[in-house]
Protein backbone atom coordinates (compact mmCIF):
# COMPACT_ATOMS: atom_id res chain seq x y z
CA UNK A 1 0.00 0.00 0.00
CA UNK A 2 3.12 2.59 0.91
CA UNK A 3 4.28 1.64 -2.36
CA UNK A 4 1.02 2.47 -4.32
CA UNK A 5 0.98 5.49 -3.02
CA UNK A 6 4.50 5.96 -3.43
CA UNK A 7 4.36 5.94 -7.20
CA UNK A 8 0.63 7.06 -7.54
CA UNK A 9 2.14 10.36 -5.87
CA UNK A 10 5.38 10.34 -8.75
CA UNK A 11 2.79 9.92 -11.61
CA UNK A 12 0.95 12.95 -10.30
CA UNK A 13 4.16 14.73 -9.87
CA UNK A 14 5.16 14.40 -13.79
CA UNK A 15 1.29 14.99 -14.47
CA UNK A 16 2.19 18.35 -12.99
CA UNK A 17 5.46 19.46 -14.04
CA UNK A 18 4.06 18.06 -17.97
CA UNK A 19 1.10 19.70 -18.29
CA UNK A 20 -0.20 23.21 -18.33
CA UNK A 21 -1.13 22.68 -14.08
CA UNK A 22 2.97 23.01 -14.35
CA UNK A 23 2.37 26.43 -15.33
CA UNK A 24 -0.20 27.62 -13.62
CA UNK A 25 0.95 26.25 -10.31
CA UNK A 26 4.30 27.73 -10.76
CA UNK A 27 3.83 30.79 -12.54
CA UNK A 28 0.46 31.80 -12.28
CA UNK A 29 0.53 30.36 -8.63
CA UNK A 30 2.70 31.31 -5.61
CA UNK A 31 5.07 33.53 -7.81
CA UNK A 32 2.60 35.85 -8.79
CA UNK A 33 3.60 36.45 -12.61
CA UNK A 34 7.39 35.42 -12.09
CA UNK A 35 8.47 34.68 -15.43
CA UNK A 36 5.47 37.19 -17.43
CA UNK A 37 2.33 35.40 -19.11
CA UNK A 38 0.98 33.96 -22.42
CA UNK A 39 0.63 37.03 -24.84
CA UNK A 40 -1.88 37.88 -27.07
CA UNK A 41 -0.01 37.45 -30.71
CA UNK A 42 -2.45 40.95 -31.69
CA UNK A 43 -0.75 42.66 -28.56
CA UNK A 44 2.95 42.02 -29.82
CA UNK A 45 5.14 44.70 -29.86
CA UNK A 46 8.33 42.86 -31.16
CA UNK A 47 9.36 40.06 -33.19
CA UNK A 48 12.47 37.71 -32.34
CA UNK A 49 13.98 35.10 -34.51
CA UNK A 50 15.52 32.25 -32.64
CA UNK A 51 17.36 29.39 -34.28
CA UNK A 52 18.08 26.19 -32.77
CA UNK A 53 21.22 23.68 -33.58
CA UNK A 54 22.14 20.76 -33.15
CA UNK A 55 25.18 22.64 -31.53
CA UNK A 56 23.04 22.83 -28.87
CA UNK A 57 22.86 26.38 -29.24
CA UNK A 58 20.22 29.08 -29.42
CA UNK A 59 20.71 32.30 -31.78
CA UNK A 60 20.28 34.36 -30.23
CA UNK A 61 20.57 32.96 -26.58
CA UNK A 62 20.26 36.68 -25.32
CA UNK A 63 17.18 39.18 -25.63
CA UNK A 64 16.48 42.06 -25.03
CA UNK A 65 13.22 43.09 -23.94
CA UNK A 66 11.15 46.17 -22.16
CA UNK A 67 9.27 45.27 -19.45
CA UNK A 68 5.01 44.88 -20.37
CA UNK A 69 6.15 43.93 -23.63
CA UNK A 70 4.57 40.87 -25.25
CA UNK A 71 7.28 39.22 -27.85
CA UNK A 72 6.33 36.98 -30.76
CA UNK A 73 9.44 34.88 -30.18
CA UNK A 74 9.54 32.52 -33.67
CA UNK A 75 11.22 29.63 -32.69
CA UNK A 76 13.09 27.49 -36.01
CA UNK A 77 14.84 24.15 -35.81
CA UNK A 78 17.88 24.19 -38.35
CA UNK A 79 19.08 20.94 -36.69
CA UNK A 80 18.27 17.25 -37.35
CA UNK A 81 17.53 16.70 -33.34
CA UNK A 82 14.13 17.43 -31.59
CA UNK A 83 14.84 20.45 -30.15
CA UNK A 84 12.57 23.44 -28.04
CA UNK A 85 12.69 26.17 -26.07
CA UNK A 86 11.04 26.52 -22.91
CA UNK A 87 11.22 29.59 -20.89
CA UNK A 88 11.18 29.44 -16.96
CA UNK A 89 13.52 30.66 -14.23
CA UNK A 90 16.54 28.89 -14.01
CA UNK A 91 15.10 26.56 -10.99
CA UNK A 92 11.77 25.40 -12.99
CA UNK A 93 13.93 24.47 -15.92
CA UNK A 94 16.27 22.53 -13.92
CA UNK A 95 13.57 20.43 -12.35
CA UNK A 96 11.47 19.46 -15.28
CA UNK A 97 14.81 19.07 -17.25
CA UNK A 98 15.29 16.21 -14.49
CA UNK A 99 11.64 14.77 -15.32
CA UNK A 100 12.40 14.65 -18.86
CA UNK A 101 15.54 13.09 -18.53
CA UNK A 102 13.60 10.54 -16.18
CA UNK A 103 11.08 10.24 -19.14
CA UNK A 104 12.47 10.91 -22.17
CA UNK A 105 9.26 9.74 -24.03
CA UNK A 106 7.29 12.17 -21.88
CA UNK A 107 5.17 14.80 -24.19
CA UNK A 108 4.56 18.08 -23.02
CA UNK A 109 3.44 21.36 -24.44
CA UNK A 110 2.30 24.54 -22.54
CA UNK A 111 1.88 28.24 -23.37
CA UNK A 112 5.35 29.17 -22.29
CA UNK A 113 7.00 26.29 -24.64
CA UNK A 114 7.38 24.68 -27.84
CA UNK A 115 8.78 21.19 -28.94
CA UNK A 116 9.83 21.47 -32.62
CA UNK A 117 10.73 18.66 -35.23
CA UNK A 118 13.62 18.94 -37.09
CA UNK A 119 13.25 21.71 -40.05
CA UNK A 120 10.01 23.22 -37.91
CA UNK A 121 8.83 26.81 -36.97
CA UNK A 122 6.82 27.38 -34.67
CA UNK A 123 5.96 29.94 -32.09
CA UNK A 124 6.09 31.37 -28.37
CA UNK A 125 4.16 34.48 -27.89
CA UNK A 126 4.48 36.19 -24.20
CA UNK A 127 4.08 39.01 -22.43
CA UNK A 128 7.47 39.50 -19.94
CA UNK A 129 5.74 41.42 -17.08
CA UNK A 130 8.67 41.78 -14.55
CA UNK A 131 11.93 43.43 -14.69
CA UNK A 132 14.82 41.24 -14.42
CA UNK A 133 16.21 37.83 -16.18
CA UNK A 134 13.92 35.00 -17.97
CA UNK A 135 15.67 31.94 -18.72
CA UNK A 136 15.23 29.65 -21.76
CA UNK A 137 16.18 26.09 -22.08
CA UNK A 138 16.31 23.12 -24.47
CA UNK A 139 15.21 20.05 -22.17
CA UNK A 140 15.42 17.65 -24.67
CA UNK A 141 17.55 14.93 -22.61
CA UNK A 142 21.33 15.71 -22.96
CA UNK A 143 20.28 19.45 -24.46
CA UNK A 144 20.29 21.69 -21.48
CA UNK A 145 23.64 19.95 -19.99
CA UNK A 146 25.53 20.81 -23.44
CA UNK A 147 24.85 24.05 -22.97
CA UNK A 148 21.44 24.62 -24.67
CA UNK A 149 20.20 27.79 -22.85
CA UNK A 150 20.01 31.39 -23.20
CA UNK A 151 17.92 34.25 -20.90
CA UNK A 152 15.75 37.38 -21.92
CA UNK A 153 16.41 40.47 -20.20
CA UNK A 154 13.91 42.78 -19.31
CA UNK A 155 14.36 46.42 -18.83
CA UNK A 156 12.04 48.63 -16.87
CU1 LIG B 1 17.87 20.85 -28.03
Known sequence: MKNLVGSTAFAALIALA??????????????????????????ATRTVHVDMTDNMRFNPS????????T???VVTNSGKLKHELVLGTEKELKEHYELMKKNPEMEHADPNMVT??????????????????????CLQPGHYDAGMKGAVHIAR
Not at 22 to 33: K, P, S, V
Open 62 to 69: SINVKRGE
Open 71 to 73: VRL
Open 18 to 43: CTGAWAAGTHAGGHGDAIGKPGVAAQ
Open 116 to 137: LEAGKTGEVVWQFTSAGKVDFA
